[in-house]
């Protein structure tokens, strides 16, 4: 800090760091090779053999790092919890970090991936974010066979019944292609198909991510992928993939991307990296098999969910903990300094100037997430990952801010010194964990209707005053308990910038309103989304995209990644 | 034969087949573990490493495995080369078999994959069907990228003056779905993109397939990436990747995938399966590493090309063995008895009867591309790949013809029997080859004209009288001239089912004339695809596709699929 250093590349330390063959790392959890599917040394998959073995053993202790609403300067949540893995192994515990796979189209679009930063990065970092296992283009192939099958029972006499205009499936692709967002299909006359107005998601978005994040096993997988509505039929009534018939070809696709990939950290710490649902219409997290197995591998698992508490952490604990029977022992709430002055007002090319009161007032940001995370009967701590351009008054204020509001902090320095900067927060966290027991309980009881679901997240995750839904919601709200859908969890899609449904409104907004504009079946994964505001799931890639500086050397590795 | 027994399917065969870890299958040939990248216990990819060291080694035989026109009584193609590589196995020989990889697409829209049949198949067969070492995926994910940053430049101002009505790059996806073949993009107002026509290809029929499978290396493979035409601009100019300055990327997203694949057949002879370019609109041959890296560490290669001899054989010996300096040594035709009759006018469902003078009428087919395979200057052998049903008359009656016109033949068991039904093939082969030494060149030289090119193939191999060119066709070999690309090979694209560009006229048809309606560059493949007929390149599924039947066991095994 301070001084002068030439600053290497996030792909340039991944490249010059040492890996370890990682039936070594494996070794270290008391796995053989016999338990690994390889993919090259430094990547295997987990049997299933060795899943169901694994199940009978006793879980270790989950810990789910999630953050701050997100801001243009970056919070570094996916750093802090390979670091913070990093730190708990420095200090002799049995650890394992389960994280989320990253999508090539962020990859492509804008610098910066999924598998932290620094020197609290996983290996080997290219392969993860370019095709890894191949997980996302066997998602991807699966929901784009089911389109394809669709489209060819409509083309061969649509049996079924289909109502070409209600189809809501919709065809993926790992990318960021707008141009895909809103497209016709099947033109060219009778012999080329039924044209009909159709979308692309991008992988991370489609059911199938869902579906296969939250299925417990490859059975449980079939058996979610039949409940999937692809469509209504003439009567209005949902027709799904079982309808079809092809739960069977489309778990076929995915027999391999459902079981867990097993990499290390810079610092071999094991990492378990499956699935990276969407955080806005989906649920956000890695996969249960991924986490499951993870506990039961380590003492400590240590995990993150996307974007901020408002988002990721709610899902994960009304949803995916809820669902797989997980029970997490405590939350680790990342921001920076830097960030919290843009919740305090200021722009991002003014946060180099030390500013107090913007950091006091963007610290009600933070402190509204504490209060949820409390709500759900969990511990937690507050980490902050530091910045070079921090200054000592503004570190101190934050501290003080955290002992008056009495939150547990912890400074991290994770990016530079990987474990090492995160021994503090470990610690405070082992702390924290003895002291106050978990008492996790979701926020609401599935028993509730989903209206009142929605208004208990709005107003005690979001402190939010009210909801109002659409007409078009309402009416949506008695056809799903006609279809006997009432009993699912809700998946609030979101702006992650905001804990209100306007990305512009930063810090705490109080006495505001979400408006629900539109339900969104989601039977497969097994819960119903309701959109609030515009939902990008098909981003668009920026004017000069990262791909233009990406290439491949002579000896065939990545350059120009990060 | 004659006894009624219960025949197993493909997919029973292969997994009841015993398969040896893919390590000691590299051992055989000179291998060791630190040459492969392993994908799973039985895949493995030959490093860069390796296949640097192999370039100094001496090159073993190559044997093109070809077929007369397909029918749908079935050929056996891909049977009798794994069959005819297991018989040079067990006489003793050192061998490789260098094969295509199977697309998804027919994979789940009919039965029948490209893994070869009952114990002539490779292994493992469900992996190499479905997602294999994820190449296609690469390549699809390539391709629809360059769509991505194509459309986004259209997007962010167009700098290079792209006229959007003449983009000729097309999306793809390696599925059979019909309503994908015309679609419109960029619809839904200014933020969403430009909207525009376009149109999804199977990506076998992508020019990033073809690339794939005739780059020398991962250098030549971005040379040939930057040079694929793209689009025209507003004055009629052509754009490539180069200009667009993405040619890195895509090699970055290839870097694996151009990499070829170690696998084993039933009887544990080594295979490299490797690409799958379709062989109308492209060349049909597996790739060029794959072969040269077979023939460093085989004293043999069995190698087959797609569709009849007029077709892959053709592209095979024109286009790939030029580009790649390769020397083929032999070819064998494979045929039936009951494929003869129905090019001699037999009804599919008639086939069950003995007819020689059908056979006698439909031999003039096989004949005709023994004929071109010798005006290559290549010695034959005929396979008659031996049915059940084939009567004892009709197998003296095709052994009577062969004799007569001097034709090498051999009959083929190797379905029922494994390596031991192609010992007698293979002896013929080595007597073939003692005797009658390859005296190889292609048909034509780089520098005739175009015209003159697809001439010598109409004359040569399809026994036409004459071609003729469009309007629109001429037009684009003044342009095509003007634009340097004059003296690249040509690539045809014609029905599979008869000499001519009729699919009707079976057998040997004489004095007809071929329609080229249109020209398509692949200018980084490097050769001028010359368009007869109405060619396919995004099939459709079936009224009842066979996904319908696939499915997933309890333990994760593959159910269905053939």
Not at 260 to 265: A, F, H, I, K, R
Not at 340 to 358: P, T
Not at 389 to 415: G, H, I, R
Request: aromatic share 6%; with cysteine; hydrophobic share 40%.
């Amino acid at each position: 800090m301070g001084v002068k250093t030439m600053v290497k590349s996030d792909i340039e330390i991944a490249q010059q760091s040492h890996i370890n063959p990682i039936k070594e790392i494996a070794e270290t959890i008391g796995l053989t090779e016999d338990d690994l599917e390889f993919y090259g040394k430094y990547k295997a998959k987990l049997s299933f053999e060795t899943l169901k073995k694994l199940q009978t053993k006793e879980s270790g202790k989950i810990i789910l790092v999630t953050a701050i609403n997100p801001t243009p300067a970056g919070e570094g949540k996916s750093t802090v919890t390979v670091g913070l893995g990093d730190a708990f192994k420095k200090i002799g515990k049995k650890v394992v970090i389960a994280l989320r796979e990253p999508s090539l189209g962020p990859v492509m679009g804008i610098k910066g991936g999924a598998t932290g930063g620094g020197y609290s990065q996983v290996l080997p970092m290219e392969e993860i974010n370019l095709h890894f296992t191949g997980d996302f283009h066997a998602i991807t192939t699966a929901n784009n066979a089911l389109a394809a099958l669709l489209d060819n029972h409509l083309q061969q006499g649509n049996q079924l019944q289909i109502d070409q205009r209600r189809i809501v499936w919709k065809r993926s692709m790992d990318l960021n292609d707008r141009a895909l967002r809103k497209v016709v299909v099947g033109l060219g006359g009778p012999v080329q198909g039924v044209p009909r107005e159709d979308g692309f998601d991008i992988t991370v978005a489609s059911e199938i991510m869902a579906v296969l994040c939250l299925a417990s096993g490859l059975q449980d997988l079939k058996k979610r992928l039949a409940r999937i509505v692809v469509a209504y039929n003439i009567n209005k009534q949902p027709v799904t993939v079982g309808d079809l018939g092809v739960e069977g070809a489309l778990t076929l696709f995915l027999k391999d991307a459902v079981k867990p990939n097993l990499v290390q950290t810079i610092e071999h710490t094991p990492a378990l990296i499956h699935g990276g649902p969407f955080a806005n219409i989906a649920h956000g997290c890695n996969s249960v098999m991924a986490t499951k197995a993870a506990s039961k591998l380590g003492d400590y698992v240590i995990t993150e969910a996307g974007f901020g508490a408002d988002l990721g952490a709610e899902k994960f604990l009304n949803i995916k903990a809820r669902s797989a029977n997980l029970k997490p022992e405590a939350v680790v709430i990342v921001t920076t300094i830097r960030a919290l002055k843009m919740h305090g007002g200021v722009a991002k090319s003014d946060l180099g100037q030390e500013n107090i009161a913007a950091l006091e007032a963007g610290f009600a940001n933070v402190e509204k997430h504490a209060e949820t995370i409390s709500s759900f009967g969990l511990p937690l701590v507050i980490a902050v990952n530091k910045f070079v351009t921090d200054t000592e008054q503004e570190v101190k204020a934050l501290l003080v801010l955290c002992e008056k509001k009495n939150l547990p902090v912890a400074l991290t320095e994770v990016w530079e010194k990987g474990g090492a900067g995160g021994v503090d927060l470990a610690n405070k966290l082992l702390e924290v964990m003895e002291k106050g027991e978990s008492n996790y309980h979701p926020l609401y009881e599935l028993s509730d209707s989903i209206e009142e679901k929605v208004r208990t997240v709005v107003q005690k995750v979001y402190g939010g005053k009210d909801v109002e839904f659409s007409t078009k919601a309402r009416k949506q709200l008695v056809e799903f308990e006609k279809f006997g859908w009432g009993n699912l969890p809700v998946c609030m899609a979101k702006t992650q910038y905001s804990l209100s449904d306007d990305p512009g409104k930063l810090g705490r907004p109080e006495n505001f309103t979400i408006t629900v504009r539109e339900f969104k079946p989601s039977i497969g994964a097994g819960f119903i989304v309701a959109l609030t505001g515009d939902v990008m799931t098909m981003p668009g890639l920026p004017k000069v995209p990262a791909a233009l500086k990406m290439d491949v050397d002579e000896n065939g590795n990545a350059v120009g990644l990060f």
